[in-house]
């Protein structure tokens, strides 16, 4: 971890958000909510949460793939002829600031899906196009942290534009793409260079936050030990305790399922995207009411196959999961999808 970046004090981190904010982006930023940290749209500089404790409830994916947006509307005019309006696309650019490593990791998979190798939803390629990120390194780990088993580390810069990395009186700053470096509009010119041993103090601190998370890198051939396991019946011990409730999907970086509804009157309506879930029994279940997936435990094995198997399979290894450990934390009834992958691997190997 070395060369060029900047020392910024916590004072200039703040002028900086203010000079965003007054260039017309739209800033997204993790701020206080109710007593949560939540990533929201902020007006200044003093309303973000960027100490090493603020940990957003959920990730900011929703200011790419929306929890619930309109496709197209449509109109019948007096010949009863059918008018589409398309939406009416993003036109503010934004910055998603202060963004954990892991949650920009997921941002990646998104783009996976999304995008694909072109445009791909021009809805998300549109918001995506116009979007820039500045990543938090993680100062602190958590009990459920587990990036460091699925690729990810404290300080890891994929999805990046720029990064903030805490140090002892303030911040160091490195811009990563193009579009970060314009984020810093000549900013720059005025913050103080930093040196080899600003660097090393901060992959000493990257390292100590690794070790306190302390998973190993999951095996290269767990894709297809997992999909050995497709038939056993450790799944139905596995899952005996999941809900369906969903929370695990809508507050993961990376999960992407939706569904599409139109909502109309005999003059006008609309199609809806809305965030769904593997795990709910309504996903899979056909007009004629048969459900391929008729009970919890085959609904939650699809979503470990899908993040743990068949996303890496098609993807060169990487793994849909990106260890951020919300599922971990918020699960109403305290189950761990670490530990079914450890138990479902340990099942084949044995």
């Not at 004090?9 to 940290?37: C, F, H, Q, T, Y």
């Not at 309006?85 to 600031?97: D, G, I, K």
């Not at 040196?195 to 901060?202: F, G, M, N, R």
């Not at 695990?248 to 003059?267: G, H, L, R």
Request: charged residues 20%; contains cysteine; glycine residues 10%.
């Amino acid at each position: 971890m070395t060369g060029a970046g900047w020392r910024l004090s916590a004072a200039e981190v703040k002028e900086w958000m203010e000079w965003l904010l007054a260039g017309g982006r739209r800033v997204v930023a993790p701020a206080g909510d109710g007593g949560l940290v939540l990533f929201r749209q902020v007006s200044s500089a003093g309303e973000v949460r960027l100490e090493g404790s603020a940990h957003a409830r959920w990730s900011p994916k929703e200011f790419l793939f929306p929890r619930t947006e309109t496709l197209m509307s449509y109109t019948f005019d007096d010949s009863n002829s059918i008018r589409l309006a398309p939406p009416r696309p993003a036109e503010m650019e934004q910055v998603l600031f202060g963004v954990q490593p892991c949650d920009a990791a997921g941002l990646m998979r998104l783009d996976d899906v999304f995008l694909g190798d072109g445009d791909g939803d021009q809805l998300y390629a549109d918001r995506r196009r116009r979007t820039a990120v500045v990543s938090l390194a993680c100062a602190v780990a958590r009990p459920e942290c587990f990036c460091t088993a699925v690729g990810g580390a404290p300080d890891g810069t994929d999805g990046s534009d720029a990064q903030l990395l805490p140090a002892p009186d303030g911040y160091l700053l490195r811009a990563l793409t193009p579009k970060g470096r314009e984020l810093l509009g000549g900013l720059d010119s005025g913050w103080q260079v930093t040196t080899d041993k600003d660097w090393a103090q901060a992959r000493a601190q990257a390292e100590r936050v690794a070790t306190e998370i302390g998973r190993s890198p999951l095996p290269g051939d767990l894709p297809g030990r997992l999909i050995g396991a497709f038939g056993l019946p450790i799944w139905s011990t596995l899952a005996e305790r999941c809900l369906g409730c969903g929370i695990c999907a809508y507050v993961c970086p990376s999960c992407s399922c939706f569904d599409i509804t139109d909502q109309a009157n005999a003059y006008c309506g609309t199609r809806c995207r809305s965030w769904d879930t593997c795990t709910l029994a309504g996903f899979t279940r056909h007009a004629s009411g048969h459900n391929p997936r008729p009970d919890q435990p085959s609904r939650f094995r699809q979503r470990v196959l899908h993040k743990f198997a068949y996303f890496p399979l098609e993807s060169e290894g990487r793994l849909m999961c990106v260890g951020c450990g919300r599922c971990v934390a918020l699960c109403p009834v305290g189950m761990d999808i670490r530990s079914a992958v450890d138990n479902t691997a340990t099942e084949v190997s044995t």
